[in-house]
């Protein structure tokens, strides 16, 4: 794999408390039509460009089955997600019926989203392992490429320092920890950094633990100007072959709609726009150094 841009909206949680409003949480229908407002934003992009191929949706069984069949039909590239939404422990929406709703929607790539700091709670980090294990097991056996998104969150939530150094030891740690334990995925969704030096720290443990693996760099919401400043880092090592950004793409053209200042047209077309900047960001940037 050369490369592969990835669009996610995959997040459940976050769409609730998003289009509530003044109610207590948001309808189903809604979260539903909003997500089909960031699908044709993404076919925006292609229909202006973005090659079909270097790309893919993220995005879950729940309120987004209608954006699955859609994209199976375009030819379109989808991942999805096998993770409870907003659980600071790895647990399966879907319990141990998890093999039957990946395989009823034959993914290009099944997602899991994990929440591990080494020096966090021991135990919850064991079980965590355990149900990963299972699932690469799983996706192994049967032929479903892995993809891991792995956040490491500070202990002290209010250390401001974290996420340098602080961060990036701690995720070597991480991947070697999952690595070893059996869960290795074919892509690493990894947190950004600003320097160079504390992502290459980073992609020493992935070379090492996973060496046919490839990598992507998430957003994690933050401003268009930071995770640039993230892409144009990542870029320049040959593990990392693209992104996956989500918020920092859709939030505010979706806030636009929600609120009545945009229709559903004008946010899609601001969303495949952004999903294009990003795309232009990376490969402007693609000049392997490692």
């Known amino acids: 794999m050369e490369k592969i841009y990835i669009l996610p909206f995959d997040h459940r949680n976050y769409f609730r408390k998003f289009l509530a409003g003044e109610a207590e949480e948001a309808s189903p229908e809604g979260i539903k039509e909003s997500k089909r407002i ?11 460009g973005v090659a079909v191929n270097d790309c893919a949706i993220l995005v879950d069984e729940e309120y987004g089955t209608d954006v699955l069949k859609s994209a199976v039909k375009e030819g379109i590239r989808r991942i999805i997600p096998v ?12 319990k141990e019926a998890f093999p039957e709703h990946i395989e009823k929607f034959q993914p290009d790539f099944v997602k899991a989203l994990l929440r591990y700091n080494p020096e966090g709670d021991k135990e919850a980090n064991s079980r965590s392992r355990g149900r990963l294990k299972d699932l690469a097991e799983f996706c192994s056996e049967e032929g479903h490429p892995f993809l891991l998104e792995l956040l490491v969150p500070p202990l002290d939530k209010e250390d401001t320092a974290f996420d340098g150094s602080p961060r990036a030891s701690l995720t070597g740690v991480a991947v070697r920890e999952l690595a070893r ?39 994690r919401g933050e401003n268009g100007e930071h995770v640039a400043r993230w892409l144009s880092v990542g870029a320049k090592f040959r593990e990392v072959v693209g992104f996956a950004v989500g918020r920092t793409i859709f939030a505010s053209p ?4 929600k609120e009545g200042r945009a229709d ?3 946010a899609s077309a601001l969303i495949g726009k952004n999903f ?6 990376f490969e402007s940037a693609k000049s392997p150094v490692s």
């Open 254 to 257: 979706l806030k636009e709609w």
């Open 276 to 281: 294009q900047k990003f795309v232009s960001v």
């Open 264 to 266: 559903a047209a004008a």
């Open 38 to 48: 960031i699908y044709e934003g993404f076919r925006l992009a292609v229909a202006s």
């Open 181 to 219: 334990d059996g869960i290795l995925p074919d892509i690493w969704k990894l947190e950004g950094f600003d320097e160079e030096n504390d992502l290459a720290r980073v992609l020493e443990n992935v070379r090492e633990e996973t060496p046919e693996a490839k990598v992507v760099i998430l957003g």
């Open 83 to 94: 993770e409870k939404s907003g659980e600071d422990e790895f647990h399966f929406e879907y």
